[in-house]
């Protein structure tokens, strides 16, 4: 599976970003949840939001409401819709999918997210 994500770019404190993934390959009809990472400088990656085929989603600690996962099962997409963004939301963000059991992931190559305050 690769996977493609785009949409970062830098945005001022406040304002909002929307993110894209699409995965493609052959093993894409084995994915089930796809999901949004971000890595700030210095940091761990950590999980700002996942979501299932099915529609289920699960957010990171502390991402609050100000972010929104959606996904598009037809064009194997998956988007996050930032909002209010902060200084501290820099980072760069990865997609990810995964199957069922998460004993097969993918990791898209990140895209760079920069809140200016």
């Known amino acids: 599976v690769q996977l493609q994500a785009s949409g970062g770019g830098l945005v001022q404190a406040g304002g909002s970003l929307r993110l894209s993934c699409s995965a493609s390959g052959s093993d894409v009809v084995h994915v089930r949840t796809m999901a949004w990472y971000r890595q700030a400088p210095g940091k761990q990656r950590e999980l700002v939001t996942a979501i299932t085929r099915g529609g289920s989603t699960d957010y990171g600690d502390s991402m609050g409401d100000r972010f929104a996962i959606s996904r598009d099962n037809a064009k194997n997409s998956i988007y996050l819709q930032m909002d209010n963004l902060r200084p501290e939301d820099t980072a760069v963000y990865y997609c990810?999918?995964?199957?069922?059991?998460?004993?097969?992931?993918?990791w898209g190559q990140g895209t760079l997210v920069t809140v200016s305050s």
């Open positions: 990810n999918a995964a199957n069922w059991d998460y004993s097969i992931e993918f």
